[in-house]
C-alpha cells in the first residue's frame, strides 16, 4: 500500500503530533546522552596524560537498558499519530507505514546523537548493543501496539495539545530550564510533597495504572486525553513534584475520577 493513501491530518491534529513527537525526541535524547560513555580512545588519552587524574573504572556495560529505551522510545513516538487513524480495511496498511517511518526516525535520531559525541568524545557503543536486534525489538513492539490497535479501537481518542496548551501546562508545573534536554529532578516543587517521591509514586500509580490499563491507555495517551503535556502526566507518575489543583483536575476527569480521589 502506498503512503499516498494514508489519511491527511486536520491542521490541529498535524499541530499536536509535531508538538507531542518534539516533547517525546527531548525526553528521550536526554535519557540516551546520559547512556553515553566516553570512548576507549578519549580515555587512554586521559590515562597518559601527565596531569594527574583520578581513576575512575568504566562503567557497567547496558545493553538491555539501552535498548529498552530505544523500545520505548519508538512505542511512544508511534503513538501519537496512530491513533488518530478511523478504524477501516486500509487501516493495518496506514499503521504500518507509520511504523516504519517511526523505526527509521529513531535510527536517525541515535546516528545523530553518536555524532554530537564524537564532539565529547563519548558513544553508546560501549554497551554492545546490536543494531538490528534493536530494529527488530522496535518492529515486534511496534507491531504488538498494532494489533492491539485492530482488535481494540481506542474509544473517542483525542489529539494532542497543541504548542500553546503544552506552554501553559510547563508555565503551571513542568517548566524545565532551556539548558537542559530533559526535566531535571531538582525542580522546585509547587506545592511541598509530604512524601518521599518513591512512596508518592506507588501512591499515583496504585489508583493511575488499573484505569489505564482498563482503557489500553499509555502514560502518553492519557496525557492526551487529559490535555496536558506527555511530562506532566510522566511526572506525576514517578512522585517527581506536586500539580496544581487544575492540572491534577485534568487528569482526573480523563479517567473518570474527581480530584479528590486522585492522590495528591
Known sequence: MGKTEQPVLSLQQAVGVESARKDIDQFYWGHLIGLQVTTPYAAYVRR???????????????????LMFLVDYSKNY????????????????????????????????VNKLEEEGERREVSLKHHGADPDEAQSLMREAINNLIDK??????????????PLEIRREMRAGVDRPSASPIPSSSSVAQEPVPDAPSNLSAK???????LLGERGWSSLEWASHSSVSYHTAADYLAGKRSQYRSTRKKLAESLGLSVQQLPR
Do not use: C, D
Open 48 to 66: 597518559h596524560e601527565r596531569v594527574s587524574r583520578p581513576s575512575v573504572p568504566p562503567p557497567a556495560k547496558e545493553p538491555a537498558k539501552l
Open 78 to 109: 508511534f503513538i501519537v499519530e496512530a491513533n488518530l487513524f478511523q478504524a477501516g480495511p486500509n487501516l493495518r496498511g496506514w499503521l504500518e507505514s507509520v511504523r516504519e517511518s517511526t523505526i527509521e526516525h529513531v535510527l536517525e535520531m
Open 149 to 162: 490497535r485492530l482488535n481494540h479501537p481506542p474509544p473517542g481518542y483525542s489529539p494532542p495539545p497543541p
Open 204 to 210: 499515583r500509580k496504585a489508583v493511575v495504572e488499573p
